[in-house]
């Protein structure tokens, strides 16, 4: 990768976000976080402005709101390639994952499976659909297979770990596209295929795979796609979305009940055969232009499949000089196939990596994250990172663990 051919193209690129043209500011938390581009920001102001000035409850200011809400899914259904009507408006990533596993009709003794690698809100929602219903949980050991690529010979091992747990009392796998703490992306279409030899539904937890994959939602053939825009779309906060599969419309119920899933009053209700049916009621509709120009920004610099690249081949330069560090091992011991880039610290260091992440942004404005399980540090690279901030990163990280 040629240093002067990336600031010529990135640099005036990246200048369109403030957070980046913070001097001697290194941004790495993407994954918890995107940093939002001056025209976005600008939208969410203007947009409020503008449902005062049409007047607020009004039949104009109804009607732009309903247009603003067309609009967004459409642009999200065009980024996976899927029709606007199986998109549901959400929050965030875990108010879809919540309804995907809510809207089931579970009975006792049915089995959900997970892996052992999902974020404490899956788990926590698991363990409350135990309590109300009398399921049983099931885990696969999808830590233990950190290293296998998605598109390599060596994903079969994953579709057939997950074969091997399936119970025919296994009503639904909830699994990540890529995984929070290790960066590992799943191969979704072979395992829905066998999810789906046994009438399993698959939902995905896609927090960490939204506008960093390309994505066909349609031939992945999962059930549920839930994900946030706030992270690698770098859209504001308060706005995600769900994607359904059409053919699993009519045997799931709303989890959430409310005016916009319904086309008629009560007592004779009439549940909406699209996405519509599990939103509830009003939004905050000045945000959703502004997702529409964050998606439109990042295509602007490159296609969503070269953005990917482009991420891989940084991450695998942070990895590569991360594991040339004395003190530090990540987490996969093969190149990363995600902007994720996780790694541990020795014991014999003092400072956890807790300590590490908080001095980082305190003395030197360096943003990473530290993660519980597996307990390590973890560096997002965004297509928006560049080389300078990956030196700086390593650089701070040794002189760091050095000074330990």
């Known amino acids: 990768m040629s240093e002067t051919a990336e600031s010529d193209r990135l640099l005036p690129h990246r200048a369109a976000f403030p957070a980046l043209a913070v001097k001697n500011r290194y941004y790495f938390n993407y994954g918890g976080q995107g940093v939002i581009c001056t025209p976005a920001l600008e939208a969410i102001t203007r947009n409020f402005y503008h449902i005062e000035a049409l007047g607020c409850f ?111 009392q296994t009503k639904m796998v909830m699994l990540s596209h890529v995984c929070w703490n290790t960066g590992q992306v799943l191969p979704l279409a072979a395992i829905a295929a066998v999810c789906h030899q046994q009438q399993t539904l ?60 319904l086309l008629s009053d009560p007592p004779n209700l009439q549940w909406r055969r699209d996405g519509s049916k599990f939103e509830v009621a009003s939004s905050t509709y000045a945000l959703y232009e502004a997702l529409r120009i964050a998606i439109a920004h990042a295509d602007s610099f490159a296609s969503q499949l070269q953005r990917y690249q482009r991420i891989c081949e940084l991450s695998a330069i942070l990895w590569q000089r991360l594991e040339a560090l004395p003190h530090i091992n990540c987490v996969r011991q093969t190149a990363p196939e995600s902007g994720l880039v996780s790694f541990y610290v020795d014991s014999g260091i003092a400072k956890s990596p ?14 990473i994250r530290a993660i519980p399980t597996p307990k390590c540090l973890r560096a997002s690279v965004h297509y928006l990172t560049t080389l300078d901030e990956i030196d700086r990163l390593v650089e701070a990280i040794a002189c760091c663990i050095s000074a330990s």
């Open 354 to 367: 807790a300590q590490i992440a908080k001095e980082l942004e305190m003395e030197q404005q360096i943003f």
């Open 202 to 261: 698959l939902a995905v937890d896609a927090a960490q795979s939204a506008g960093m994959l390309p994505v066909n939602l349609e031939t992945s053939g999962v059930d549920f796609y839930a994900f946030t825009n706030h992270k690698w779309w770098c859209a504001p906060l308060g706005l995600g979305a769900l994607y359904i599969r059409p053919e699993i419309f009519d045997q799931i119920e709303p989890v959430f009940v409310g005016w916009r899933g």
């Open 58 to 168: 009004s039949r104009a200011a109804g009607d732009w709101m309903m247009g603003e809400y067309e609009a967004t899914k459409a642009a999200i259904a065009q980024a996976f390639q899927v029709n606007a009507d199986t998109i549901t408006l959400t929050e965030n990533t875990t108010v879809g994952c919540n309804i995907a596993m809510w809207a089931v009709d579970w009975q006792q003794g049915d089995r959900l499976l997970l892996s052992d690698c999902e974020h404490p809100g899956i788990i926590a929602t698991a363990l409350q659909l135990q309590k109300r219903f009398g399921i049983e949980i099931d885990y696969f050991p999808l830590f233990d297979l950190r290293n296998t690529s998605a598109d390599g010979k060596d994903s079969t091992a994953v579709v057939e770990l997950i074969a091997q747990n399936l119970q025919p």
